[in-house]
């Protein structure tokens, strides 16, 4: 048997499934098949496989097609005549449950498209979409499965059943599903058997500046309750989350800046989310003003609201962008103005390897990125005190471009001048975006 058809044999084998659940296993192979046929085809073919296996005198097969047949639920009993396997024998009359889904799922996928679709009559919507909480033993379950296999061309049953109640929602109202902007999202709930209405988010595309130090992207709170840095653009958006009747707030940030790096020029830009919120129509500028007064340190320029869509744009595009970053640092010992210039010179378009930095090696595990510098000029200010901007590709790491970080980045400024080398302040001047 190929790898595919082996592969298959041996989860039946083991794991009784239904069509769905087997599936979507394979979701991603034979595009524009359901599920259900999906499963169905590849247990008729392992069926036929290992019959013709016995055929040909292959005893391992009927042992292996007497330990499948109870696990895939087909009307198998002239095969099982034909093949005087006893219908009295426990083992193949004995029709197991899915393993994944114990048998529910079709009947969940019609329960709930019928529910949804009478909500929909009740109170009639432009569009929807449908959002789906699924116990966590399922989906356990369902990755066990994946892993133990290694898996790579399956789907998750919480895609499916978003998709497939969906789709039926939609033949059954001929309102539209709208993955962007729907009307109204439909959750259900599978634990507490119950379909939640929420209003979708309002997402705000815009950039933030931070006119001061130490002010973080989300509120770092630590364990024990008390607060890392004393404010973070998180705060400032919870403060205007009122303006619209949100009951929960997400930033979605393309990059990341330490909190005691300030962000001027044209700003960072982000997407804010306000979950769930009471009103729609209230003014970009209205909802900027309300940003805007939290903290004279933190500024926002709202531009549009977008769909959900450009959120992932926006998050692709950090590792396009280019940055332009401000930094005064120090030197050990006295640069001779020589060397500068030849700075300069040797860290045009050079691109620098740089393990994961000591300081972010807690949250991060240690791996290895290369950026390109495209640019360092450089203000000698003192014999040992420099301002530098620094054009480069988003994601590297500046500190450690100029301290070297013990050598894990290299080259480094510090290594290249021979001294120790410290970032005393760091700025965000400019942030390219290609969205
Ligand atoms: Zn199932």
């Known amino acids: 048997m190929d790898s595919l058809a082996k592969d298959v044999a041996n989860i039946l084998i083991k794991y009784p499934l239904c069509n769905r659940c087997l599936g979507r296993l394979y979701a991603n192979l034979g595009r524009g098949l359901d599920n259900a046929e999906r499963g169905k085809a590849l247990k008729i073919y392992i069926v036929m496989e290992l019959h013709k296996r016995v055929l040909e005198g292959d005893s391992s097969a009927l042992d292996k097609l007497k330990l499948v047949i109870p696990n895939i639920k087909m009307p198998l009993q002239p095969l099982l005549n034909t093949l005087r396997i006893n219908a009295e024998d426990k083992t193949v009359n004995e029709m197991k449950r899915c393993f994944v889904c114990n ?53 998750s049953i919480k895609r499916e059943l978003k998709r497939e109640i969906g789709k039926r929602v939609q033949q059954m109202t001929k309102v539209n599903v ?18 939640r209405i929420e209003s979708p988010s309002l997402l705000i595309f815009g950039y933030y500046l931070k006119l001061g130090r130490n002010i973080s992207q989300n509120a770092w709170i630590r364990k024990d309750g008390s607060r890392k840095y004393p404010l973070s653009v998180e705060d400032a958006v919870r403060s205007a989350s009122f303006t619209v009747g949100a009951n929960d707030v997400a930033l979605h ?26 009103k729609r129509d209230v003014s970009l500028s209205e909802l900027e003003n309300a940003l805007n007064s939290f903290s004279r340190w933190i500024e926002f320029r709202i531009t549009m609201s977008v769909g959900r869509e450009f959120v992932s ?123």
């Open 103 to 155: 048998d529910i799922i079709d009947e969940l996928i019609d329960s709930y498209s019928k529910r949804i679709a009478q909500l929909i009559v009740e109170k009639p919507r432009r569009s929807f979409l449908i959002g789906v909480v699924v116990p966590s033993d399922v989906l356990e379950r369902e990755i066990s499965i994946v892993e133990e296999y290694q898996i790579m061309h399956w789907e």
């Open 178 to 195: 709208d993955f962007s902007k729907p009307d109204v999202i439909y959750i259900v709930d599978l634990i507490h058997n119950s379909i």
């Open 253 to 278: 940030i393309a990059g990341r800046e330490d909190a005691d790096v300030r962000v001027l020029g044209n700003g960072r830009p982000l997407v804010i989310e306000f979950k769930n919120p009471l």
């Open 313 to 435: 744009r926006l998050k692709q595009s950090a590792s396009a962008s280019f940055k332009i970053y401000r930094a005064v640092f120090l030197t050990e010992k006295s640069i001779d103005p020589g060397k500068v210039t030849e700075l300069e010179e040797y860290f045009k378009g050079l691109v620098v390897r740089q393990r994961t930095p000591l300081r972010v090696l807690g949250r991060k595990k240690d791996s290895i990125r290369k950026r390109r510098v495209f640019l360092v000029k450089i203000l000698q200010l003192a014999p040992n005190l420099f301002e530098a901007l620094i054009k480069c590709e988003g994601g590297l790491y500046v500190k450690e471009l100029i301290n070297g970080d013990s050598g894990r980045t290299s080259p480094s400024l510090s290594e290249f001048l021979g001294v120790k080398t410290t970032c005393l302040k760091l700025d965000v001047l400019y942030v390219h975006e290609y969205i």
